[in-house]
C-alpha cells in the first residue's frame, strides 16, 4: 500500500521546523567581524570633522571631541563633548547655528558611551585593498567626513564614505592601513546624529549613587511660609543618608541632622527631588568663564542673583578618611524669576518656557523644570513642617503632663 502524499507532508514539517531552529549559524562572508579590539580604558579622545543630521531634513558641519574623564563619585567613566566648530549653509537653520556656536564643553548621555565603545572595538563586513579609482565612487572623495580615535599608545584615522546595501552599510577607509572596509550603517550614523542632543541635562553627570550628604539652604521668602521649620532651622536643612543594618540586609536611610522629628520618608523625598532634577529646556549661562564654585554661574547676569533662589544646594560626598567631595552645586528659583535672552544660549530651538516653568542653575547643568516642580517641593516643605508642628506639639502636652505631676 502506498505511503499518501498527505501523510509524508505532515511528518516532514515537524522536522523541518526543528532542522530550522537548531540549525548552525552562518559564518558566511557576511558575518560582522572585529577589525580591531582596545580596551575602552584606553581610549582617550575620538575627534570628528564632517557633517551631522541637525533636524530631519536640514544638516550642518561640525567638528568636535569626546574626552574621556574618570567620574570621581564611583570611579566610572564620564564622556565630555567639547564642539570647536559648527557652521551650515541653510539658511532656515542660520539662527539655531549661530546659538550652537556659543555652547561650550558639556557632558554627554549614555548613548555617547556607545559611540565610544563602537570605536574601541571596530566591526566591519568586508575589507579590500584601497584603490584609488574608487574614492569618489565610495563618497571619500576629500575625506569630507574624518573621524580619529585617540588610544594610550596609538591613534586611528578614518574617512567616513557613503551608504550602500539598500542604506545597511557604510563604506569606510582606514588612512593608516590604506583599506577600505564596509561597516554596519549603524556605527556611522551614531557618530552623524546632532551631538548638541547627547547633552546631559541633569545637573549630576557623575550619577547620584554614592551622594550621602545634602546641604541645602532655604530662603527667607520662601520660608516665612514654614514658621515653625524657620525657628527651629534657620532655613539650613542638612540631608544625610545613613547605612541601616536590616535582617533582609542592609538598607539605605535618608534624615534630617540635629532633627529627629522630622520622618526619614519626608526627608528622603526631599533628596529625591533634589537628585532626580532634569532641566525640560536645557540652556547654557553665557558668562566668560565657569569655575568651580557656583556663584561664578551666575556673576554678570542681569536681573538674577543668589539671593533670588529659593533653594540653594551643595550635594556631596561624605568621606571618613579624607574630605568631603562637592560634587556640584544648584540653585532653585520660583517661577517668576526669568533670564533675559542675552543671558543665555538654548540647546534647543524655538525655547517653549511655560508660565509656571522655573529655572534652575547649576555647574553642569541649567535650564528651566516643568510646572510641576515647584509645586512638589512646596508640598515636600509642608510636609517637614508638619512633622515639626506634630513634634511642638508633643512636647507641649508632655510639658504640661510634667508641670500637673508636679502640683500638689
Same mark, same amino acid.
Given at each position: ?8 507532508? =505532515?511528518?516532514?514539517?515537524?522536522? $523541518? ?11 558566511? !562572508?557576511?558575518?560582522?567581524? @572585529? ?79 556607545? $559611540? ?16 584609488? @579609482? ?61 551631538? =548638541? ?6 545637573? =549630576? ?50 534624615? #534630617?541632622?540635629?532633627?529627629?522629628? #522630622? ?16 532641566? !525640560? ?58 533670564? *533675559? ?5 538654548? =540647546? ?29 517641593? *512646596?508640598?515636600?516643605?509642608?510636609? $517637614? ?18 508641670? @500637673?505631676?508636679?502640683?500638689?
Amino acid at each position: 500500500m502506498k505511503t499518501k502524499p498527505l501523510l509524508i507532508l =505532515f511528518i516532514s514539517i515537524p522536522m $523541518i521546523l526543528l532542522s530550522v531552529i537548531f540549525w548552525p549559524e552562518s559564518k558566511g !562572508k557576511d558575518d560582522i567581524k @572585529k577589525y580591531y579590539t582596545i580596551p575602552v580604558r584606553d581610549l582617550q579622545m575620538i575627534s570628528y570633522k564632517g557633517v551631522q543630521k541637525i533636524h530631519d531634513k536640514n544638516w550642518m558641519r561640525v567638528e568636535f571631541e569626546i574626552h574621556r574623564e574618570e567620574n570621581l563619585l564611583n570611579g566610572n567613566t564620564l564622556f565630555r563633548i567639547e564642539v570647536k566648530n559648527v557652521d551650515s549653509t541653510d539658511f532656515t537653520i542660520r539662527e539655531e547655528i549661530q546659538n550652537l556656536k556659543k555652547i561650550r564643553p558639556f557632558y554627554g548621555l549614555p548613548l555617547v558611551q556607545s $559611540i565610544i565603545g563602537d570605536w574601541a572595538s571596530l566591526e566591519y563586513i568586508y575589507a579590500f585593498d584601497f584603490d584609488e @579609482k574608487r574614492i569618489a565612487e565610495y563618497g571619500l572623495k576629500d575625506c569630507a567626513n574624518h573621524l580619529s580615535v585617540k588610544f594610550k599608545n596609538s591613534t586611528k584615522s578614518f574617512c567616513i564614505g557613503k551608504n550602500n546595501f539598500n542604506d545597511t552599510r557604510r563604506y569606510l577607509l582606514d588612512e593608516d592601513q590604506k583599506q577600505f572596509l564596509i561597516i554596519p550603517d549603524y556605527i556611522a550614523r551614531r557618530i552623524e546624529n546632532n551631538i =548638541f542632543a547627547q547633552k546631559d541635562t541633569s545637573p =549630576f553627570p557623575q550619577g547620584t549613587d554614592g551622594v550621602n550628604f545634602i546641604d541645602t539652604s532655604i530662603n527667607s521668602f520662601l520660608l516665612s511660609n514654614f514658621p515653625v521649620l524657620k525657628e527651629r532651622t534657620n532655613g539650613q536643612l542638612k540631608l544625610r543618608m545613613v547605612v541601616k543594618a536590616e535582617p533582609k540586609g542592609n538598607i539605605h536611610v535618608w534624615h #534630617i541632622e540635629n532633627l529627629l522629628a #522630622i520622618k526619614p520618608s519626608h526627608a528622603a523625598e526631599l533628596a529625591q527631588y533634589i537628585l532626580s532634577l532634569s532641566a !525640560k529646556q536645557p540652556i547654557q549661562l553665557n558668562v566668560e568663564t565657569i569655575k568651580n564654585q557656583l556663584s561664578d554661574a551666575v556673576n554678570g547676569l542681569r536681573y538674577i542673583r543668589a539671593e533670588k533662589a529659593a533653594l540653594h544646594c551643595a550635594i556631596k560626598k561624605k568621606q571618613t578618611d579624607k574630605g568631603d567631595l562637592l560634587l556640584t552645586e544648584l540653585m532653585i528659583f520660583p517661577p517668576q524669576v526669568r533670564l *533675559l535672552a542675552s543671558d543665555f544660549s538654548p =540647546f534647543n530651538l524655538p525655547l517653549q518656557i511655560q508660565n509656571l516653568d522655573h529655572l534652575f542653575i547649576s555647574k553642569y547643568a541649567s535650564g528651566y523644570l516643568s510646572a510641576d516642580h515647584y509645586p512638589r517641593l *512646596l508640598a515636600i516643605l509642608h510636609k $517637614i513642617e508638619g512633622d515639626l508642628r506634630e513634634d511642638a506639639q508633643k512636647s507641649a502636652e508632655a510639658k504640661n503632663a510634667a508641670e @500637673k505631676k508636679k502640683k500638689p
